[in-house]
Every structure is written in structure tokens, then in C-alpha cells.
């Protein structure tokens, strides 16, 4: 969330680069060992234990902290428990 309101303070274009740095870091994860075993976990759990995939499903959403406007769109009730308009 700190470096959420941080991005929030720049300009647009800072943003943008902000974004476009970010996703081209993350995309990279998708090619390294450990995040074969975190989807296979994930698929694991998807009914065996639905609360545990929820939980293991949102370590993939974390960057929405830092992107006010997505997690508005995506999770409205945590950024309004966050006080985030």
C-alpha cells in the first residue's frame, strides 16, 4: 500500500513506467522452477481445500497493493477497508 500511494503521487507517464517495469519483472517469474510448484499447489487445492487455494491464489494478486485503481476494480471491499477511494 506504501508504494501504492508513492506511485499514486507521480504523473501519469512515471505510472505507465512504473507499470510496464513491473509486469516485464513479474512476467519473468514465470519462467523460474518454484512457480511450476506454486500453480501446481494451487490446482491441488482447488477443492481439496477451497479456503487454502484462495489464500495461495492471492500471493498472485499482490501487486495490486501497489496499483490502486486495479484493486479498486478487483477487490473494492479490501480497498475500501483500506481507505483507498
Known amino acids: 500500500v506504501e508504494f501504492g500511494k508513492?506511485?499514486?503521487a507521480?504523473?501519469?507517464v512515471e505510472r505507465a513506467t512504473i507499470d510496464s517495469?513491473?509486469?516485464?519483472?513479474i512476467n519473468k517469474?514465470?519462467?523460474?522452477p518454484w512457480y511450476k510448484?506454486?500453480?501446481d499447489a494451487q490446482q491441488h487445492y482447488t477443492s481439496l481445500d477451497p479456503e487454502l487455494y484462495g489464500l495461495?491464489?492471492?500471493f498472485n494478486i499482490i501487486t495490486q497493493y501497489a496499483?490502486?485503481?486495479l484493486l479498486k476494480k478487483q477487490a473494492?471491499?479490501?480497498?475500501k477497508r483500506l481507505g483507498i477511494d
Not at 29 to 32: A, G, I, K, M, N
Not at 76 to 79: H, L, Q, S, W
Open 6 to 8: 508513492k506511485k499514486a
Open 10 to 12: 507521480k504523473t501519469q
Open 21 to 25: 517495469t513491473l509486469w516485464q519483472q
Open 29 to 32: 517469474l514465470y519462467h523460474v
Open 37 to 39: 510448484t506454486y500453480n
Open 56 to 58: 495461495i491464489r492471492d
Open 67 to 69: 496499483d490502486f485503481d
Open 76 to 79: 473494492p471491499d479490501e480497498a
